[in-house]
């Protein structure tokens, strides 16, 4: 196998979160446990931000349920170990397809939060496997690709992955809440916008 971090360019998730923030400024983003969700909170804490805590492997189906509970844009901010977990869910979401669904992940093929221990990520193709679940798929690695394959993944009539390789970081911002308040606070927002 390959360091695909000497051969390739790598995006940088900080600049992709705030491309995600800045095409869909109202989207309900559910962010995998770990440093998807401390960039997101690091890049700006809002209503909408629905952080894992402490729950890994179901971000993609918790975002899944929550595509099907509103029309309103829903975006998950997958990690690649977290995907692994749960690489099943793939199958679901293809299988009842909600438009409104954008599934990112933050490929550094690592388990960056419990110490860097690798991923299988380098020998499994989520494209692929997306694909073959029925959801569209594509891969990027650099911030202006990922701005054109996001917009194309929102404005996409069905469910979309995007895998982004990023480079690993270790960002310090941590959300101060609890997860009852970071659900509550989520929920509030989604009731207000639909009465
Ligand atoms: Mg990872």
Redesign the pocket.
């Known amino acids: 196998m390959t360091d695909r971090s000497n051969t390739k360019q790598l995006a940088d998730q900080v600049i992709a979160t705030e491309t995600i923030l800045d095409v869909t400024p109202d989207a309900v983003l559910v962010s995998n446990l770990g440093v998807a969700s401390y960039v997101l909170a690091g890049v700006e804490d809002r209503d909408r931000n629905f952080y894992m805590w402490g729950s890994m492997g179901v971000t993609t189906p918790v975002g899944f349920g929550l595509a099907l509970s509103t029309d309103d844009q829903v975006t998950v901010l997958e990690?690649?170990?977290s995907l692994l977990m749960s690489l099943g869910a793939l199958s679901t979401v293809g299988a009842h397809g909600p438009d409104n669904l954008v599934i990112v992940v933050?490929n550094?093929?690592?388990?960056?939060t419990t110490g860097g221990q690798p991923?299988h990520a380098e020998t499994t193709d989520f494209v692929g496997a997306a694909e073959s679940c029925g959801v569209r798929a594509t891969q990027v690695s650099s911030d202006g690709d990922f701005e054109n394959a996001y917009r194309e993944a929102v404005a996409h009539d069905g469910p979309m992955l995007v895998v982004c390789d990023v480079e690993e970081i270790d960002p310090d911002t941590r959300p101060p809440y609890d997860f009852a308040h970071i659900k509550r606070r989520v929920r509030e927002s989604l009731t207000e916008s639909s009465t």
């Open positions: 990690g690649d170990g933050w550094n093929r690592k388990y960056v991923t």
